[in-house]
C-alpha cells in the first residue's frame, strides 16, 4: 500500500507523504488549488462555509472535486461543516502561502468574525487566533511594524479574560502566554502586560 492510496500507511513516512501531498496539490486545477490553500489558513483543519465565504467563493462543484480527491471531507452530521482528511494535507497547503498572502488571510477571517456582534462575543479565540497569525506574518515581513502585534495582542489578551471568567483556566493561560510572546522586548512592557502577569498569577 502506498501513500497515494492512503494517508495513514504504515510505510509512508512524513517526509514522503509531503512529496506525494504537494504532487497531489500541484496537479488539482487552478480553482479547486486555490481552495484548498485558502482554506489552510483555519484552525484545527475544519471551518464551516460560512467562515470559508470570507476569503473565498466555494462552490459546491469545486468542494465535491476535493472530497472526491481525499483531500477534504464534508461533515455528515453538520452540513455546512468541512475539514481536511489529514492534518498534514492542511499543513502542506498552508506552508505553499506566501507570508503576505497569510497576513491578508487571517486579516480578513479576523475582520469578518469581528465585523458581526454576535459571533465576535461567542469566538474570541478564533478572533484572536487570526490576529495572531496575520501578526507573526506581518512581522516577518517587516519586524519594525507592529501594528498587527499589537492588535493581536489586545485580542488575545481579551479572550484569556473571557476564557478565565469560564471554567477553562487551560485556555486563559495559554492565551496569555500568547499575548506575552506578541508583546515585545520586555523592557518596553507596560500596565497592559502587567495587567496579564497579573491575571496569569491569578490562574496559578
Known amino acids: ?17 509531503r512529496i506525494v501531498i504537494a504532487a ?5 486545477s487552478p480553482e479547486g488549488r486555490d481552495l484548498i490553500r485558502k482554506s489552510s489558513v483555519f484552525a484545527r483543519s475544519s471551518f464551516t462555509l460560512a467562515e470559508l465565504d470570507l476569503i473565498a467563493v466555494p462552490t459546491g462543484e469545486v468542494l465535491g472535486r476535493l472530497e472526491e480527491e481525499e483531500l477534504l471531507e464534508h461533515d455528515g452530521d453538520r452540513p455546512d461543516v468541512w475539514r481536511f482528511s489529514h492534518g498534514m494535507v492542511r499543513d502542506v497547503a498552508y506552508e505553499s502561502l506566501p507570508k503576505r498572502e497569510r497576513q491578508r488571510l487571517h486579516l480578513l477571517v479576523a475582520d469578518g468574525l469581528s465585523g458581526n456582534p454576535e459571533t465576535a462575543a461567542r469566538r474570541p479565540r478564533a478572533i484572536a487566533f487570526h490576529l495572531e497569525q496575520a501578526a507573526l506574518a506581518s512581522l516577518d515581513l517587516n519586524p519594525r511594524d507592529r501594528t498587527l502585534a499589537e492588535r493581536a495582542v489586545e485580542a488575545l489578551a481579551r479572550a484569556g479574560d473571557i476564557a478565565r471568567e469560564g471554567p477553562n483556566m487551560k485556555a486563559a493561560e495559554e492565551d496569555y502566554r500568547r499575548a506575552l510572546d506578541l508583546a515585545g522586548p520586555e523592557r518596553a512592557w507596560g500596565l497592559r502586560e502587567a495587567r496579564i502577569l497579573a491575571s496569569l498569577g491569578e490562574i496559578r
Open 1 to 17: 500500500m502506498n501513500c497515494g492510496s492512503t494517508w495513514n500507511s504504515p510505510g509512508c513516512s512524513a517526509n514522503t507523504l
Open 24 to 28: 497531489r496539490l500541484d496537479h488539482l
